[in-house]
């Protein structure tokens, strides 16, 4: 039951993040849930994946290196679906700025520990 409400929640702060970011534009709340959907399976992946091989930078980079692989993600799957479009890499850091942003407002009111 937790994951399906994750899953609504995300594909909210998407929807919300779509409308906030100017740049980013999705289909509906359907195709944000998708979106994160797809999201999280990239970086739990290929992302999981680049942020190992990439250890060394992200450490020099105090994390940066792991924002710019959440992002490359976003425009990964950017290309993969037709209902959710991004204007570029800046619109979508940006998406990704807010998004977590909004995921922390969403964690602090049901006073979840992530």
Avoid: C
Avoid at 1 to 6: A, N, Y
Avoid at 34 to 45: E, S
Avoid at 56 to 69: A, H, Q, R, Y
Wanted: without cysteine; hydrophobic residues 70%; proline residues 2%.
């Amino acid at each position: 039951m937790r994951l399906i409400i994750e899953i609504l929640l995300m594909g909210l702060a998407m929807l919300l993040g779509a409308y906030l970011v100017p740049g980013v534009q999705i289909a509906g709340f359907g195709t944000a849930i998708i979106a994160a959907i797809l999201i999280a399976l990239a970086n739990a992946t290929i992302g999981m994946l680049l942020r190992i091989l990439t250890f060394p930078i992200n450490f020099l980079t105090l994390g940066l290196m792991s924002f710019i692989i959440t992002v490359l993600m976003i425009l990964l799957v950017d290309s993969m679906m037709s209902g959710f479009n991004t204007s570029g890499f800046f619109a979508a850091a940006f998406l990704a700025i807010v998004v977590a942003l909004i995921k922390a407002v969403f964690g602090a009111i049901s006073g979840s520990e992530d």
